[in-house]
């Protein structure tokens, strides 16, 4: 069979493939992900939005343990706080890469339990979770589907009243998630064993991706001028919740990077008390928080030089 032959008999199917193609094409160059209210959004796109869709700045990149100990509006250098929920280093590495976001200026990374975990879940709304491959609206088909029905569910509401009304709908969420009071004892309890059966029987093998990502970071800011940090964010010291394994043999192994390429680190770690929490990993936003963005608006500080 010649293809021109294949064509003329399966030409109703191609054709349907290319319209739909080309439907993809035109709604992933609009992105309603990310430029409408409709659809949930990422922590990385709430950054922009909060930052009136700047892309540049100097940056404090981590997970949410950063987003909930960090208080960009009360710091004295403000950074952009780019805390991401289930944010890794992979997931910095793309943004730089992409050219999502330039950084001015300094970056710093901050580092928790979680943070350098290769199998730790993602977000898939993330602009670089869809693989090149994949149909966009393919790929946030259940978003889409979530979207439809609120629309099918406001038109029928309208209709109903005898009115005509495609337009309505309830703004998604926009702000990120923060940390307030302290989790009981039973709730940090089972947070723990739940991190003790997802996460902490990982070992150094199972962050090669994370640690490649912060080898491959390293380079980057050394290329860009940029100035890089690091911050070893804080964990609940409560006897009752034992640290993962890996934490301290982690901390060693990055150490040893961060020391050779001499970027400076600020260790938080194991400074904070379990009443400063609000669960294992992150702070709360009575104490914790404003003491956490204090100690590092000095080290910040610490750096610049005096004014003569």
Request: aromatic share 14%; proline share 7%; hydrophobic share 40%.
């Amino acid at each position: 069979m010649t293809f021109w032959t294949y064509v003329r008999k399966n030409g109703f199917v191609l054709m349907l493939v290319i319209v739909f193609l080309l439907i993809d094409a035109f709604v992933a160059r609009v992105d309603p992900m990310t430029n409408s209210r409709r659809f949930e959004k990422d922590d990385f796109t709430k950054t922009l939005f909060h930052h009136d869709w700047d892309r540049s700045g100097p940056v404090f990149f981590g997970n949410s343990a950063v987003t909930g100990a960090y208080m960009e509006r009360k710091a004295q250098r403000p950074l952009v706080e780019m805390g991401m929920a289930y944010g890794k280093i992979t997931d910095l590495r793309e943004i730089l890469r992409r050219g999502l976001y330039e950084p001015e200026e300094q970056l710093v990374i901050g580092i928790d339990v979680h943070t350098m975990l290769d199998k730790m879940q993602t977000d898939p709304r993330f602009p670089w979770s869809r693989p090149w491959y994949s149909p966009y609206l393919f790929h946030y088909r259940d978003y889409f589907q979530d979207a439809g029905k609120e629309w099918l569910r406001n038109a029928w509401t309208a209709a109903k009243r005898g009115k005509l009304d495609f337009a309505a709908y309830e703004p998604r969420w926009i702000d990120k998630e923060l940390y307030f009071g302290r989790e009981p004892a039973d709730r940090l309890l089972k947070d723990w064993q739940r991190y003790e059966a997802d996460y902490n029987w990982m070992t150094l093998s199972d962050m090669a991706n994370n640690l490649d990502a912060l080898d491959w970071v390293i380079d980057d800011a050394k290329r860009r001028g940029l100035s890089l940090k690091v911050v070893w964010m804080p964990l609940n010291p409560d006897p009752a919740y034992p640290q993962p394994p890996y934490w301290k043999p982690l901390k060693e192994r990055v150490g040893g990077t961060l020391q050779a390429n001499s970027i400076p680190v600020l260790d938080l770690s194991d400074t904070f008390r379990p009443d400063e929490f609000h669960d294992l990993v992150h702070l709360n936003q009575e104490t914790g928080a404003p003491k956490f963005t204090a100690e590092v608006d000095r080290w910040l500080l610490s750096f610049e030089k005096p004014r003569r």
